[in-house]
């Protein structure tokens, strides 16, 4: 039951923006609901054409994350958005109990609690109480590692093919994530094998087989179909002072001293710690050599790892041999750890506003559902699509974009009826205060938006 505390103390924080709010928490979400609702009225299909219309394009995101959420609904009658709202208590306290879980099984019960209260210390647990894939595939990186760990650990195939399996979900529900633990787990094999002198390729094979296997079912129709594309979104790097302010200055001290007991004991599952955390944290640095990456994402990887090793660190603190300064410092943790966990959850909030719930509702009730929105604000475009079905001229997951209209011609007021007819062009989004585009008529008003809907003839 010790462990379980963690998980329970998330859920019960999580309960508050939940039920505080209508909507769930986080921008992504609205794209991740359009892309369920069009399972929902076509099936498993490929190809969405309602964003970044006219063009449309295929639906590269990885579809399990959706489908959860197309069960819950069915399941349970609920739409779409409270689907996604009431599972972020689940999702958030299912990812610290992962965490405390695997901390347990691979050191002991102690580590397990502290490593769930160390992550409420970062600010990457506001970011594990929204209701996307990411979350998902957190709850499973974990439990993916420990059961490959098992299988080197005892020679076994088995925990390699639960590991395979893992993997699988992982690849079907997030790729930036399915693509770290997988390198996680060549660097640990190579290591294992060529330092360690091990066993290690049956292993890696059922591994790699069985999750290929699984990803295969969703990713090669797609390939057939549509190929595959994906355009990194722009590098995001961060100063090494922000480090600190991510994990918190206390989990890092103490993850330090966990890092040199590990690294002085070298059993594999140290190994696989040290291993997970050098890679990230070496990864998320890249930008400093000129590889562009998104440096806060990636570091949202580490957060397991870094937690444990400083759970880790914590126990190792004695005063000539009294151990009740480190128990001490425990209950101090677990104050501060519930404060900062509170103080985050209480600060969440919904992304949508009233204003843009007013605009999407007037397209969903007054929209013809064929000529597309263009926006002069992006993140408006996922809310609209989501609402009301109204094609959009881009969509949310820009990485998953081949061809895109020149919005700015239209914001611009650098059109004609050609441009309308062709682009399939509908409405424009224009803020308040800006002049009334050609060849429109202003349709809708509200405390933000304008609406002009475009002549076509």
Known sequence: MFIFIPALITFCLILIPTFKYQWPLSWDIFYHIHISQLYLENGLIFFDDLTYAPYGRP???????????????????????????????????????????????????TTGFLTGIFVMFTTFFSRMIIPIPETMALILLPLLAYFYYISLENNKLFPALLAGILLGMVLLTHLLSSSIIILIIFIYTIIIGLIQKEPVLKQFLVLLATSMAIAAVWYLPLILSYGFSFKSPPAQGIELFKYLTLFGIVPLIFSFIGSFYASKRRKKQDLLILVW????????????????????????????????????????????GDKRPAYILMALIIIFGFSFGYSTVNSASPFIKPSDFELSKWFKDNGDKESLVVSYNYELDPLIVSISRQPVSAGGYAPGMLRGLNILKYLQGDFNRDDIRQDQAGYIILPRGVAEPPYSRLVYLNKNYKVFELEKN
């Open 277 to 320: 955390t050098i890679a990230i944290l070496l990864f998320s640095l890249a930008h400093f050599i000129g590889i562009p990456v998104l440096s806060e994402r990636i570091l949202n990887f580490a957060v397991f790892p870094l937690m444990l090793l400083a759970a880790l660190g914590i126990q190792c603190i004695t005063v000539e």
């Open 59 to 109: 639906i590269f995101y990885p579809p399990l994350f959706h489908f959860l959420l197309i069960s819950l609904k069915e399941i349970f009658g609920w739409t779409l958005f409270d689907s996604a709202r009431y599972i972020q208590p689940v999702l958030g306290s299912l990812t610290i109990l992962s965490f405390s879980f695997v901390a347990y099984r691979m050191y002991n019960a």
